[in-house]
T-cell receptor, first 110, second 115 residues
């Protein structure tokens, strides 16, 4: 069974700090990796996706992928209170059906 | 344009009742997914449609769950003889096509509570 593991948290960081969110996956055939943000009571919204080893940057967000270690992470620079949410990692492989982790709760305190 | 819409937003059912949850995907989106999200968990895949064809229903937890998309647009997820363990948020997502790098757009979800 394909598994996607995330620490449920909460991860608490001060405003302005870097938040680091991590995700590991079991299926070596996985090819694309997504980070979603989900505010309490709301639906997930896509932040970034990555499919090549290395880093991908978009504004304050950087996704990092290491396929050999089966590890993907999301860095949020200059964290803001509005970044407080649950961050879901999703992984897609040959079946194209995404598998989601349980999410990591992030709290950014002023 | 309009995003994915779902109705009802909230549904309370007595144990044993049948419920029907509706999803209106983004116009023109070929792919439609249903997920179940329990409290504190990530979305769990239920079923996938490409146009009107249900290509994968491996995630449906029991034969009490049934989904259809007869005209390739609106989809309905039906749960028969609801049980307390069915209580969850049911999310619908659509995408233009189902490829590895395509974004899925989620609806607001239907929160089902079975008493």
């Amino acid at each position: 069974q394909k598994e996607v593991e995330q620490n449920s948290g909460p991860l608490s960081v001060p405003e302005g700090a870097i938040a680091s969110l991590n995700c590991t996956y079991s299926d070596r055939g996985s090819q694309s990796f997504f980070w979603y943000r989900q505010y309490s009571g709301k639906s997930p919204e896509l932040i970034m996706f990555i499919y090549s080893n290395g880093d991908k940057e978009d504004g304050r967000f950087t996704a990092q992928l290491n396929k050999a270690s089966q590890y993907v992470s999301l860095l949020i620079r200059d964290s803001q209170p509005s970044d407080s949410a649950t961050y879901l990692c999703a992984v897609r492989g040959g079946s194209y059906i995404p598998t989601f982790g349980r999410g990591t709760s992030l709290i950014v305190h002023p | 344009g309009a995003g994915v819409s779902q109705s009802p937003r909230y549904k309370v059912a007595k144990r044993g009742q049948d419920v029907a949850l509706r999803c209106d995907p983004i116009s023109g989106h070929v792919s439609l997914f249903w997920y179940q999200q329990a409290l504190g968990q990530g979305p769990e895949f239920l079923t996938y449609f490409q146009n009107e064809a249900q290509l994968d229903k491996s995630g449906l937890p029991s034969d009490r769950f049934f989904a259809e998309r007869p005209e390739g647009s609106v989809s309905t997820l039906k749960i028969q003889r609801t049980q307390q363990e069915d209580s969850a948020v049911y999310l619908c997502a659509s995408s233009l096509v189902n490829e590895l790098y395509n974004e899925q757009f989620f609806g607001p979800g239907t929160r089902l509570t079975v008493l």
